[in-house]
């Protein structure tokens, strides 16, 4: 689930996404977000605080974020 996707935003192909990586791809799907924001959203997602984004991680987002639609639509 959303191989696809992280390989769109690890744009270097070095198995992680870098918060460079995410402030250049995140403003295109996420309308209005300001770095304060974006650093928010990634320090979030980066659950073992090792400043990047490992796949297991950003799958873990993207299913959270798939559930809260499901949810939402219910």
Request: net charge negative.
């Amino acid at each position: 689930l959303g191989r696809d996707w992280f390989k769109r935003v690890d744009k270097n192909r070095d198995g992680v996404i870098d918060f460079e990586e995410a402030a250049k791809f995140l403003p295109k799907i996420v309308k209005n977000i300001d770095m304060n924001e974006l650093r928010t959203h990634f320090d979030e997602c980066d659950t073992n605080k090792d400043g990047v984004i490992d796949f297991p991680e950003f799958k873990d987002v993207v299913s959270k974020k798939i559930a809260e639609q499901l949810n939402n639509k219910s």
